[in-house]
């Protein structure tokens, strides 16, 4: 029998360390944006009958044909790993009754599974914040989405450099007449497309303009625009989206052949995309998916919404320790451990992020504690508990320019009178210094 270590599974991910730090902050900013714009958190399955994928993206897409996890369970019924939320939320919407909040706001993130080549930013388990407008057919929900993706990237700090790139495919009629002339024109030059163009033709001509293959590329630019089909309402409607960007001042650039890669997608489409991050560069894609609910066999129900990948936008964000402890509270002396360890839980019960410092050599105790880069740290001399008679705590800003943080040190002052371990003269806290506060132990 092998004793070998069983390996991870390819092309996924142990995220670990200032990338783990980067991956909650994104979750956090977005946890609290999508809260200013009022989207519901939902929470959804992590796998669905197989039918709620294959029927709502469409059997021609790359994603269903090739990139699903499907497996029959024991019952012998086909599952399939969520490789996008939008099919679950939209089954969930049908199924659970969900039709009376409408229009319904909905926000969630989580892992997402697709089999595809991982390099980096593409994994086979990756993870994407999401938010949905379900039941609006005003171009005004659509305003609304793209604006709080443009402030989640300035909350993140990663909008510069990130472009919004934005277009519309039009109505149903719009769409349709586009496919059909997409498909003569490309039909003329079939032999000189790459194969998995050939293959696309009839049955996803769109995903051709999509195509990263410099074969394509020649025939991609001279391809009939939709802007020749577009209907009067659809026209409209673009006009109100464009319009309603420009007076949020959010910048877009129109891309008259970006496509989604799924087959549900009406009117506004759009990426949001850096050239920072290689071939994998668009962080954030979604658009009006006027069509999903009756592919899923619910009434017609107009939606649009958003996804982006968790791990791109944690790339752009950058390494990024965890937030800085506020008190470190190193115990010198055995006698002083249970001490710290009250003082640890007290800072802590107000607030205050604490860590302490009480196992181990007592004289390592203090330089390790300092490795963490704590912006306060009390020490508990050996003196303070053994003589029953003073405690000299020393409160220090550790680098040297630093200027201890006024209002942090003011809040572990009120936390230890509080404690009324002390008689404490009121110290005073001088800015910029060393502080030495000296405390009288009562009784
Ligand atoms: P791509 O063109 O990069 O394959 P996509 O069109 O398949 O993207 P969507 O289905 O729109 O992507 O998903 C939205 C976002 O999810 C993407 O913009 C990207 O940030 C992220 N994403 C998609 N697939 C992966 C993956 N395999 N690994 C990591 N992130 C991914
Ligand atoms: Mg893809």
Known sequence: MSTQTPQA????????????????????????????????????????????????????????????????????ESLTLRPEFTAGIARAFITDGWQQYAPLKVATHGPLFRYERPQKGRYRQFHQIDAEVIGAAEPQADVELLVMADQLLKELGIADGVTLQLNTLGDGASREAWRTALIDYFRAVKGDLSEDSQDRLERNPLRILDSKDPRDKVFTAQAPKIDDFLSDEAQDFFAKVTGGLNAAGVAWTRAPALVRGLDYYRHTAFEFVTDRLGAQGTVLGGGRYDGLMEALGGAATPAVGWAAGIERLAMLVGERNPRRLNVAIVSEARSTDQLAWNLGLSLRRRG?????????????????????????????????????????????????????????????????????LWAAPKPTIEHGRELELEYDILA
Do not use: C, H
């Open 9 to 76: 599974i390819r092309g996924t991910q142990d995220i670990f360390g200032p990338d783990a730090e980067a991956f909650a902050f994104v979750v956090e900013t977005f946890e609290r944006v999508r809260k200013l714009y009022r989207f519901r958190r939902v929470e959804m399955p992590v796998f669905e009958k197989t039918a709620v994928f294959s029927r709502s993206l469409g059997e021609t897409t790359d994603v269903v044909s090739k990139e699903m996890y499907s497996f029959e369970d024991r019952g012998g």
């Open 352 to 420: 205050l992020s604490s860590a302490v410092w009480a196992e181990g050599a007592p004289r390592k105790r203090f330089d390790k504690a300092v490795k963490e880069n704590p912006q306060l740290v009390l020490v508990l001399d050996d003196k303070a508990v053994s003589e029953r008679t003073i405690a000299v705590m020393r409160v220090r800003s550790l680098t040297t320019g630093n200027l201890v943080d006024e209002e942090l040190a003011q809040r572990v002052i009120e936390t230890l009178d509080s404690l009324k």
